[in-house]
């Protein structure tokens, strides 16, 4: 393993763990939930250190080295690249503990939002998918497949939660044009224009 591309993909994993310190709101507690969805977070770039360090032995036929290594490093970037343009988009912080009772105060359609209804989840997922590629392993793979699940179940949760507050009509429209995690195919600009 390069050890350049290491520490892209453990500086793309230190990105995203500031986010709760530089962006989101603090006004609630660490549940059980935030707990589940960061445990992957803090065990894959552990993972990705152990392999280099014990050199570990990736799954996949070592001819694919070079050119999983590159893509993996097209997909960092493409994470941190997203997770940036994210931030640059919200004015204001998003809670960051997921509560119950945590009513929604202004819906963003416009930016990275645009497209993607969850672009921070869809910059976390493509960290893991390049560490997947970076290193592949099995102690990768579950974690990629681990975030990918617990990221879904809190997206549709907090499309739930969105759909039933006040801003419930307008995010329906928006939801119907834009996809979850990657843009919606066949949804055209005009269509997502009108959710503004």
């Given at each position: 393993?390069?050890?350049?591309?290491?520490?892209?993909?453990?500086?793309?994993?230190?990105?995203?763990?500031?986010?709760?310190?530089?962006?989101?709101?603090?006004?609630?507690?660490?549940?059980?939930?935030?707990?589940?969805t960061a445990?992957?977070?803090?065990?894959?770039?552990?993972?990705?250190?152990?392999?280099?360090?014990?050199?570990?032995?990736?799954?996949?036929?070592?001819?694919?080295?070079?050119?999983?290594?590159?893509?993996?490093?097209?997909?960092?970037?493409?994470?941190?690249?997203?997770?940036?343009?994210?931030?640059?988009?919200?004015?204001?912080?998003?809670?960051?503990?997921?509560?119950?009772?945590?009513?929604?105060?202004?819906?963003?359609?416009?930016?990275?939002?645009?497209?993607?209804?969850?672009?921070?989840?869809?910059?976390?997922?493509?960290?893991?998918?390049?560490?997947?590629?970076?290193?592949?392993?099995?102690?990768?793979?579950?974690?990629?497949?681990?975030?990918?699940?617990?990221?879904?179940?809190?997206?549709?949760?907090?499309?739930?939660r969105l759909?039933?507050?006040?801003?419930?009509?307008?995010?329906?429209?928006?939801?119907?044009?834009?996809?979850?995690?990657?843009?919606?195919?066949?949804?055209?600009?005009?269509?997502?224009?009108?959710?503004?």
């Amino acid at each position: 393993m390069s050890q350049p591309v290491l520490l892209l993909h453990l500086l793309n994993f230190l990105f995203l763990g500031l986010l709760p310190v530089l962006f989101f709101r603090r006004d609630g507690r660490l549940g059980a939930m935030w707990w589940l969805t960061a445990l992957p977070f803090f065990l894959c770039p552990a993972v990705l250190v152990v392999g280099m360090v014990t050199d570990a032995t990736a799954l996949g036929p070592a001819a694919w080295d070079k050119a999983r290594e590159l893509a993996s490093v097209a997909v960092a970037v493409a994470s941190i690249g997203l997770l940036f343009l994210t931030l640059g988009t919200h004015r204001i912080p998003l809670a960051l503990w997921h509560q119950e009772n945590d009513a929604p105060r202004h819906l963003v359609t416009y930016g990275a939002h645009s497209r993607i209804r969850h672009p921070f989840y869809t910059s976390f997922l493509l960290a893991f998918l390049g560490a997947f590629l970076f290193f592949p392993h099995w102690g990768t793979a579950v974690l990629l497949a681990y975030a990918f699940g617990i990221l879904n179940v809190t997206a549709a949760r907090e499309e739930r939660r969105l759909s039933a507050s006040g801003f419930g009509d307008e995010y329906v429209r928006y939801a119907n044009v834009t996809g979850r995690f990657l843009p919606r195919p066949g949804a055209r600009a005009g269509e997502r224009v009108a959710t503004r």
